[in-house]
């Protein structure tokens, strides 16, 4: 993978930056195309399909903040001599080729392959069909933006295949692919898993859990689970399930009182067998697999569990490893649940909506990673490297 210099990367995410805001209507309208074609039969994809001026905005934004961060490649990790007399040192490098697989968004067309060209990385894009116009132009307007910087523009390809060549291009890529980021619901990441021979780093599943001790104040839990819920439900971030502990002081008034407040807010909830004594009149979780489900939907679970360390039991049991959130007092008891719970991001007290690059301050993000090789969590700029060690001897040979 030949090395480009920072300044000339820096001056493609500029020329991109002009690129946005020259082409805006043209891009907005080519997303009209997609969305009048999709229709709102499913409002998650909907909304992540749409790109409007402020949209526009935002990926003009967004690549300006990345022109901005420090290059990520060829930094020390690490240097040492040794007794021998070799000097040592560990660098970063770029893993060569990366490709994504995302539905929907078209605003990841931006944000990966800015992230991945700036870590001086190839990347292969696989938007969804349903974004196929917005997709095309946005790919366009990278490739000005290489090309006036007297670079190929095969750094930066948008696949244009169906799920049949898509799924020989995983088993049979034309040349090597060192890294695939499935960025999608279960079918997806499933797909991917099953056909690809490269490295697969799974992002985007959800099933974000909340518990709610019996040392939670109660004012904060709510206003903190109805953030998680409704801020933007097609966020992988978002809430699907809720664990209150019986033990907590009014237990049937409070559960009272989250029905209420998610009534009044359209979301429609499901209780487990416990929770259904209180709450009689709600629909009861139809199955097991239900607990494992992300909703991307106005809809939440209310069940009832018996204390700390079965909530935790429960948790790393059914959620997807993405988020997960109690609510409490006591310091201690979040000091236990944060350290024991097998979640990407742990929070006290705090919304899961707050598991985003931009949020934890890594800036843009390729992907939200819940695998925990080689990176977990927000995958940023600084995240989209390996590494390399610079041997330097004088004739050195092991005996």
Request: hydrophobic content about 35%; glycine content about 6%; charged content about 30%.
């Amino acid at each position: 993978m030949k090395l480009i210099d920072t300044k000339t990367k820096n001056n493609v995410l500029q020329s991109m930056m002009t690129i946005l805001d020259k082409k805006r209507k043209e891009i907005i309208e080519a997303n009209k195309k997609d969305l009048e074609a999709f229709g709102k039969s499913d409002q998650a994809m909907y909304d992540r399909l749409i790109v409007d001026e402020k949209k526009v905005d935002s990926m003009i934004q967004s690549v300006k903040e990345v022109m901005d961060q420090e290059d990520p490649v060829g930094k020390t990790i690490e240097h040492r001599r040794l007794d021998t007399g070799l000097d040592i040192t560990n660098k970063t490098a770029p893993f060569g080729t990366i490709m994504i697989i995302y539905e929907s968004r078209p605003d990841v067309t931006i944000e990966a392959a800015m992230l991945a060209f700036k870590a001086n990385n190839k990347i292969y894009l696989k938007g969804g069909k349903e974004a196929f116009h917005s997709n095309k132009i946005l790919e366009q307007c990278w490739h000005e933006a290489l090309q006036e910087n007297g670079l190929d523009k095969s750094w930066i390809e948008m696949l244009k295949l169906d799920r049949k060549a898509t799924q020989e291009f995983l088993k049979n890529p034309p040349e090597h692919i060192d890294l695939i980021v499935p960025r999608g619901g279960e079918r997806l990441i499933a797909f991917v898993k099953e056909h690809a021979k490269g490295a697969v780093l799974v992002s985007g599943r959800g099933n974000n859990f909340l518990y709610v001790s019996k040392n939670a104040d109660f004012e904060t839990a709510k206003k903190v689970m109805l953030n998680a819920k409704i801020d933007k439900i097609s966020g992988c971030n978002a809430l699907d399930k809720v664990l209150i502990d019986r033990n907590i002081p009014g237990y049937e008034d409070k559960l009272k009182e989250l029905q209420e407040m998610f009534r009044e807010n359209e979301v429609s909830i499901l209780v487990d067998e416990e929770v259904s004594k209180v709450l009689s009149d709600e629909e009861k979780v139809p199955s097991e697999d239900t607990w494992y489900e992300e909703f991307l939907a106005m809809k939440i679970v209310l069940g009832s569990i018996d204390g700390l360390d079965k909530a935790i039991d429960k948790i790393n049991k059914y959620s997807g490893g993405h988020s997960a959130v109690i609510i409490t007092t006591d310091k201690e008891e979040a000091k236990i649940f944060m350290e024991q719970v097998d979640s990407a991001a742990v929070y006290h007290n705090a919304s899961t909506r707050f598991t985003d690059g931009g949020q934890m301050g890594v800036g843009a993000e390729l992907a939200i990673s819940t695998d925990k090789l080689h990176h977990r969590g927000p995958l940023g700029l600084k995240q989209l490297v390996t590494n390399k060690y610079y041997v330097l001897g004088e004739g050195h040979i092991r005996e």
